[in-house]
């Protein structure tokens, strides 16, 4: 949502990305001559490390592990570490995401263009998962076209839900 000031004549942005990755998309605002106000309309809650742990530990073997946003890639390198998820092929659907992980050393898949699910789905390593197990981390309640697009494709999808968003 946009509008203009009646004092400074300057475009006013609502930026509604919840906390820590709010930051980047604020100052992107601002360097383009607008004025950011932050009102995020949900925060986001970390699931329990250990829980994290355990359930990524039980599912160990994983052929594939989708991580869907900045959020969950800093909890899962904060609850199973880097060591524990290079055994894994990892992609994501963007550069932010990507950017987390790369950080830690992790090779990324990421897809050349776009940052959607339907983008992840074009990516080789995801093309023929028949019989593959794939974790896909992320938050309760989000697109399920991966999951179903893989299941479809004959993956084993386990879903690692490591954090929660919150209304505010």
Do not use: K
């Amino acid at each position: 949502m946009a509008w203009r000031s009646l004092v400074t004549g300057a475009l006013d942005v609502v930026v509604t990305r919840p906390e820590p990755d709010h930051a980047a998309l604020l100052t992107a605002v601002e360097r383009r001559g607008c004025r950011p106000i932050h009102c995020p309309a949900f925060r986001l809650d970390s699931a329990d490390p250990d829980r994290v742990r355990r359930d990524f530990l039980s599912g160990s073997g994983f052929d594939r592990l989708i991580v869907t946003s900045p959020m969950a890639a800093r909890i899962l390198l904060e609850a199973v570490s880097a060591a524990r998820l290079a055994g894994t092929a990892l992609l994501a659907p963007g550069e932010g995401t990507a950017g987390v992980l790369q950080a830690a050393g992790l090779h990324v898949d990421v897809p050349v263009s776009g940052a959607t699910s339907e983008d992840l789905l074009r990516l080789p390593g995801l093309e023929s998962v028949g019989g593959l197990a794939i974790a896909i981390a992320g938050a309760p309640g989000g697109r399920a076209l991966l999951g179903q697009q893989l299941g479809a494709r004959g993956a084993r999808i386990t879903r690692l839900n490591v954090y929660r968003r919150v209304a505010r």
